[in-house]
């Protein structure tokens, strides 16, 4: 069995995917969502001031009859039919019940419906909030379950049996209260609260003379306490549904106690430091009180206790039913491997020696350079990079090595960017990308170095590096936050990617699909320097 830094390794490595989870749908789905209400509550006063104000201002006495005003019948249907795009029946019914109060069944003022027009947009970012929620809890339970019992069996070699994950255990989890509160409840109480302050913003600021940008920057400050209240509580959620897989996969594999394991830094709190290291049993773990969340914001694990009964059991349900051997997990066995069903290690793929037209990423990533090296010098060369034109795509052609085909239908939509030397046309490598709005993200469908940046006799270092910095480039563009979706062509690919990119494997949509996350963008942008024409 492997040592203790290994388990301590794995579980923290597993807790870190939860909270790259969280922190990717925070990014993509909330505080965008906090972005849009901020722009369309402004909006919303912007057009009364265009509308009635005198030079931009307004007496207190002009305000007050302005906010007494008679709105329309229209006004009000409109707000209801905002709010019957929100997804979430409760929440929904939740919101319309304010316009249908007896008070609105006859016209209501400027200002009432001004009110209820700040309400409409938080309820619609509590709808999305909700949804990234169940999300996120969903998707940290699925990973961390199915990833612990493949961590569990590397660890010990044992290839055991375990049950698939039910999808009611996930259920479970997304109907359960944290803390005396269900999330979508605390959601719905957050939203509830900025929508008073920025009621209270707008009403004094226009009684009082505010400027519209005054009282914009005062309702862009009620919504950054909005995406810290709702960054902290997706957090807490997907630390919440990953502990509760940790425990599940335990009780899957009949392990019978943890240990507490604490992350010990300066923002350790006393509780979780005086847990770190405790041991106990998995029928007494109580969240909150000897197994984490701990507290709201919680970065703490558990890892497997094994004692030798706890071992026997794994290696009993290990054992093949005609041999009577257990049967053993590879030690070195990839997570895409173990996903796909391989339990014995394929034969190394050569990583480039892929064929013409296989449209899956193959592309080695031999350095992570500034600029392209040049290998019979060893100089640095300026790199530039432009969209590839037809005649560009035609000239790679198989028979001069190029193993893709370019001008395939398939890359029709595609944007390719092909990379060059500064001052030269010579093309070093192409990549070609397609945007996925729905995900906010880019696809790097394929990759290709130039033949003669291939193999030891190569031109140029570096060159696999600055195709996918590219990617995440015009991933940043986009306002996608430098992710970046790529499909490798098989399980050795998978862990070249991890180790050279800092891609995540996903495995879901494709067998082989990674991710490269923001973080990792990040570091691809911090070492390329490039220019585009």
């Known amino acids: 069995m492997k040592s ?17 989870i969280a922190n990717r749908e925070i990014v993509k789905d909330i505080l965008p969502a906090y972005d849009r209400a901020a722009r369309q509550i402004t909006e919303d006063v912007k057009r009364i001031f265009a509308r009635y104000a005198k030079d931009g201002e307004l007496t207190e006495a002009e305000a007050r009859k302005l906010l007494n005003v008679r709105e329309t019948e229209e ?20 919101a319309l019940n304010r316009l249908n109060a007896p008070a609105y069944a006859a016209r209501i003022n400027r200002l009432e419906a001004l009110r209820e027009q700040v309400y409409a947009e938080m309820a619609k970012v509590s709808d999305k909030e909700i949804e990234t929620a169940g999300k996120v809890i969903s998707q940290s339970y699925e990973h961390t379950y199915y990833r612990s019992i493949f961590d569990t069996q590397v660890g010990t070699g044992f290839a055991f049996s375990f049950t698939q994950l039910p999808q009611q255990a996930i259920q479970t989890v997304l109907g359960e209260a944290w803390s005396g509160a269900h999330y979508s409840r605390r959601v719905w109480r957050n939203t509830q609260l900025l929508a008073q302050e920025a009621e209270q ?50 009780e899957e594999t009949e392990i019978e106690k943890y240990a507490f394991l604490a992350t010990l830094d300066s923002r350790t709190c006393v509780v979780c430091g005086r847990l770190d290291g405790k041991v106990f ?22 890892v497997a206790y094994f004692d030798e009964l706890g071992l026997e059991g794994l290696r009993r349900r290990a054992r093949d039913p005609k041999t009577g051997a257990a049967k053993i997990v590879p030690a070195d066995l990839s997570w895409a491997e173990w996903k796909a069903g391989n339990y014995t290690k394929p034969k190394n793929s050569g990583i480039i020696q892929a064929g013409r037209d296989a449209m899956k990423m193959d592309i080695e990533i031999d350095a992570l350079t500034p600029c392209l090296v040049d290998t019979s010098t060893g100089n640095v060369v300026k790199t530039t990079f432009s969209k590839a034109i037809s005649s560009d795509l035609k000239s790679a052609k198989s028979k001069d090595g190029w193993l893709f085909n370019w001008t395939d239908p398939d890359l029709a939509s595609d ?7 500064a001052g030269s046309e010579e ?16 696809y790097a469908h394929i990759a290709e170095s130039a033949p003669w940046n291939r193999g030891k006799a190569k031109r140029y270092e570096g060159v696999g590096g600055h195709l996918f910095a590219i990617a995440a ?48 963008a990040a570091r691809l942008l911090r070492i390329y320097t490039f220019d585009e024409e």
């Open 4 to 20: 203790s830094d290994y388990w301590e390794k794995r579980a923290l490595a597993r807790e870190a995917q939860a909270r790259r």
């Open 427 to 442: 093309i070093q490598g192409m990549i070609a990308l397609q945007y996925e709005e729905r995900n906010k993200a880019v």
């Open 473 to 520: 480039q015009k991933s940043m563009e986009k306002g996608y936050g430098g992710f970046v979706f790529l499909d490798a062509k098989n399980a050795d690919l998978v862990r070249h990617y991890e180790e050279a990119l800092g891609a995540q494997f996903l495995g879901i949509a494709h067998p082989y699909r990674m991710i490269i996350d923001e973080e990792a």
């Open 201 to 250: 913003v707008i009403t004094s600021g226009i009684i009082s003379g505010a400027s519209v940008p005054r009282m914009a920057k005062q309702i862009e400050d009620v919504m950054q306490t909005g995406k810290y209240a709702a960054t902290r509580l997706v957090r807490t959620e997907a630390s919440r549904a990953y502990n509760a897989a940790e425990l599940h996969s335990y």
């Open 75 to 94: 006004v009000l249907n409109k707000l209801r039919d905002d709010l019957k795009e929100i997804k979430d029946p409760q929440l929904r019914r939740k």
């Open 415 to 421: 944007d390719i960017y092909k990379l060059t030397v």
């Open 281 to 302: 049993s998995v029928e007494e773990a109580k969240e909150g009180v000897n197994y984490p969340p701990m507290h709201p914001n919680d970065r703490c694990t558990t």
